[in-house]
């Protein structure tokens, strides 16, 4: 068997040793700035992309194969690609890691060492994050205010009604602090970058192209900026940029659980940090999708999360919440959206409030159906 403290040491030493797990197990990939890039070797997949990645920083160790779905961390990472369970992953970790031949006090002076490098770890991930959100909010704040009738404002206000079927000033009680235009934000996924063959450190030595942009604040139930989602705007088409199929118009940069896009405030119309009467919640993944249902249903307060996952994160055990409506989107067919999708379900039930899924009946979305209704 194998206790609690055992899993904890041998995952740091794992992280701690990251690439040369790579090595061990993914040998034919390669690293590529913060990751770990190969094929599956679990797949079939000859000559195509390279589409599984082993994170190096953020949840260090943690990996995800974007043509399966499968991800986990790096224990899991063992168990899947030696095909056995997590004692058979643990005990093929230890031979790895040489914990074997460890007496007790080689032991206790792993075990220090490894808190100790987690801990700097810990301070300079978060560093590194602050670093990041203060640069979005940065880029938010900089944007026009809504209302001012900037430029990029009109672009987007085109790109809501003549595309998406939305007039965003019939909104009630919407949050006009949400919402910021930007004539040119860099698409910053598309940057390049180039490591220094010493340090290792990435030196970006190329901008990513630059596109009108929607930017919407993510925020906490007190109100705290945590993060930016950002719709790109094609330069003359009111439509979102076409960027490929690998490339999403829509971006987030920081950790943003736990935060959502204010849409609308329901009958109430106060800030949820000062509300007091409760009214019914919709939760929507995307931005399009809430706005049409907070200009169908008035009565409820509608918030925006990004994600499904941040469905699930959504901040909803308030008093202000009576209850729970989930908007759901018929792409949401696949295997793994499905099990995003119940693990969101089952952790928001945990809140007690009456929750119930609802789907549009027309297209991929709410937003389709607002269209259809014209």
């Known amino acids: 068997m194998t206790d609690r403290g055992d899993t904890k040491l041998v995952k740091q030493l794992l992280q701690d040793r990251i690439q040369g797990v790579c090595h061990w197990l993914l040998p034919d990939g390669r690293r590529v700035g913060s990751n770990w890039r190969c094929n599956n070797p679990k797949l079939d997949a000859p000559g195509q992309t390279p589409e599984m990645r082993v994170y190096f920083s953020g949840v260090v160790g943690s990996w ?14 063992i168990e899947y690609i030696h095909d ?8 093929l970790a230890k031979d790895f890691l040489g914990l074997g031949r460890l007496s007790a006090d080689e032991r206790r002076k792993f ?3 490894a808190a100790k490098r987690q801990e700097v770890a810990a301070k300079k991930a978060k560093k590194k994050e602050d670093r990041k959100r203060m640069h979005c909010e940065k880029r ?14 009109v672009h987007a206000r085109r790109y809501w009604s003549e595309t998406r079927g939305i007039d965003i000033g019939r909104v009630e009680n919407l949050d006009r602090t949400s919402f910021r235009f930007s004539p040119s934000v ?17 030196t970006k030595v190329k901008e990513g192209p630059r596109f009108p942009a929607i930017l919407c604040a993510m925020r906490s139930v007190l109100g705290q900026f945590v993060d930016h989602h950002v719709t790109f705007l094609d330069h003359v088409r009111a439509d979102k940029v076409d960027l490929g199929p690998k490339q999403n118009p829509r971006l987030m940069a920081c950790p ?20 007091e009467e409760p009214h019914p919640l919709i939760l929507a993944e995307g931005v399009e999708t809430a706005l049409s249902l907070a200009l169908a249903l008035p009565e409820c307060r509608v918030w925006a999360c990004g994600s499904i996952s941040g469905i699930k994160n959504a901040p909803v055990t308030f008093p202000f919440v009576s209850e729970i409506y989930v908007a759901g989107e018929n792409d949401w067919d696949k295997p793994q959206a499905r099990k995003s999708l119940e ?3 089952d952790a928001l039930e945990q809140s007690g409030k009456p929750l119930e899924l609802m789907r549009s009946h027309v297209g991929s979305d709410f937003n ?7």
């Open 256 to 275: 943003n659980a736990g935060s959502v896009i204010r849409i609308s405030h329901g009958p109430e119309g106060k800030l949820p940090e000062h509300s």
């Open 84 to 91: 056995t369970d997590f004692v058979g992953a643990m005990r």
């Open 64 to 77: 995800k194969d974007f043509r399966s779905g499968d991800k986990g961390d790096v224990v899991r990472l």
């Open 140 to 153: 938010f704040l900089e944007a026009a205010l809504f209302g001012a009738g900037s430029p990029a404002e």
């Open 368 to 374: 389709d159906l607002m269209k259809e209704d014209q």
């Open 343 to 345: 693990a969101a379900l």
């Open 111 to 113: 075990e220090d060492a």
């Open 186 to 202: 860099e698409y910053w996924r598309m940057s390049e970058y180039r490591p220094d063959p010493e340090t290792g450190r990435l």
